[in-house]
């Protein structure tokens, strides 16, 4: 009998969090149409072509050659994360204040040498 209403309870508390998920996804959609809203107002082309596009993405209106172009900067992304081809850069970076760098130091940047994933990943996407 005990056995039944363990079951009954698991199955109860499963439920609670899918119920608990779902509100914290309304919230968070709630929050970011909003946002969305504000960047839309702000009467400028750029915050308009912005909001455009967060608004696709939002609602998953990516056509087909838009994802297909996502899908190749995506998988260019990870081969250059996945190189470990060295480079000499020019980083203007932010460093440590013991370097005691000076002003003309830091506008001409500091020459450094880092693989190709090292600099791709310092940049990455999260799609």
């Known amino acids: 009998m005990i056995g039944k209403y363990m079951k009954v309870a698991g199955r109860l508390f499963h439920n609670m969090k899918q119920i608990l998920y779902i509100i914290r996804y309304m919230i968070i959609y709630k929050k970011t149409r909003k946002e969305i809203s504000r960047l839309y107002s702000e009467n400028n082309a ?3 072509s912005l909001s455009n596009v967060f608004n696709a993405i939002l609602e998953k209106r990516i056509s087909m050659e838009e994802r297909v172009w996502i899908e190749k900067i995506e998988s260019l ?4 994360n996945a190189s470990s081809t060295k480079i000499t850069i020019a980083d203007y970076g932010a460093v440590s204040p013991d370097l005691n760098l000076k002003a003309e130091e830091m506008y001409r940047g500091r020459v450094v040498t880092k693989t190709i994933g090292e600099v791709s990943l310092a940049s990455k996407s999260s799609m």
């Open 46 to 48: 750029v915050s308009k």
């Open 77 to 80: 992304r990870n081969e250059l």
